[in-house]
């Protein structure tokens, strides 16, 4: 590690991650290089018990907003994530060397970081929309939508506990908040 970076790891905080392009090349402006990028952060995720919160890929550099993984430290966690990609792409070199590391340490730290992830897209002019990028968490957090990745929120959390069903976002929203006796007519569709 060079001199001065310290790193704050093993300690249960939340992490903002960036890493970018081997010099901000735009290694994942394809399409089809964001879709295995997805694929392999959400086979890296299984791999080592890693909770992703939020995440962007950008066409030169990915944010991720992640737990520390049970498996193993954050860091052999990145640098599998990013082996996985470069025996994928034939660019070479494709990543810089190191990424950035920020601990979140609120929830309203984690809130602007996830805004900033998912607002990421729409600042650089690549879509008007956050829901119009379809590489990142912002379609999850919004309908509830299972993606490549998964993302460990509300929706997910509801999952688990209801057997897999979700139906539409008023019964779930209605049910979560825990108002008895509060009957709300829906279409019954399930996402």
Known sequence: MPSGLHRYQQCG???FLT??????FGYLAHPAARDMFETALERIRKRFQWAVL????????????????RRALLSTAIQ????SVVRRRPERPFWQERYYDFNLHSADKTTGKLRYIHRNPVNRGLVTKPEDWLWS????????????????S???QWRREHGGKLLDRTTVLVECRGIPGL????RGTQM
């Open 80 to 83: 599998a994530l990013k082996l």
């Open 19 to 24: 890493f970018s392009c081997f010099h901000r």
């Open 13 to 15: 905080d939340l992490h």
């Open 154 to 156: 509300f929706w997910t």
């Open 137 to 152: 968490s912002f379609n999850h957090y919004k309908t509830g939508v299972e993606g490549r990745v998964e993302i460990e």
């Open 54 to 69: 939020g995440y962007v890929v950008m066409p030169e550099h990915v944010h991720l907003l992640a737990n520390e993984p």
């Open 183 to 186: 009957k709300i007519e829906t």
